[in-house]
């Protein structure tokens, strides 16, 4: 399906946001997603249309400062252990999860980056070099990579 790009096909996958590329959720349903994650403010996701398609959905908001700000990083610490315990709970019932925010690149980025440490073993290095393997422009905004470096790191306790 348009926009969507898989970190782990059938696993889990992420998307620009429908705000910035509408969606049809029969559209996102055909196409295998069992559950969205919106880590923006879920602008244009309308959970009613999307559990009418079969999908449940949640909001775990990151800032989305470019560059970020100060609060920025203490907020990250708090939602992204949050918003992957949400993305383990759907995968766990054989659902793949969708994750979006607005352009699909640096917040989602970001939680598909904590994904891959935490589940997969990754360093913060090497996660965000996963991410830009399938999103190239992942982590892009300004001082977002070094920003979402930071917070891996303190996450994964190095």
Not at 35 to 52: E, F, G
Not at 72 to 87: N, S
């Amino acid at each position: 399906m348009k926009h969507i790009f898989g970190l782990r096909p059938n696993l889990i996958a992420g998307r620009s946001g429908p705000n910035l590329d509408p969606w049809k959720p029969a559209e996102l349903a055909a196409a295998g997603i069992g559950a969205v994650l919106s880590v923006n403010d879920a602008a244009s996701v309308y959970s009613d249309d999307l559990s009418k398609a079969g999908i449940e959905s949640a909001c775990f908001p990151l800032a989305d400062n470019a560059p970020p700000r100060v609060g920025d990083f203490e907020h990250c610490l708090a939602m992204l252990p949050a918003a992957l315990d949400y993305l383990l709970a759907v995968m766990t019932k054989g659902k793949t999860p969708l994750v979006h925010c607005t352009a699909g690149k640096d917040r989602t980025g970001l939680t598909m980056c904590h994904y891959l440490c935490q589940c997969e073993g990754f360093h913060p290095r090497a996660a965000i070099d996963e991410v830009r393997r399938v999103r190239p422009i992942a982590l892009s905004a300004s001082g977002y990579e070094t920003f979402a470096f930071e917070v891996l790191n303190a996450l994964n306790g190095s």
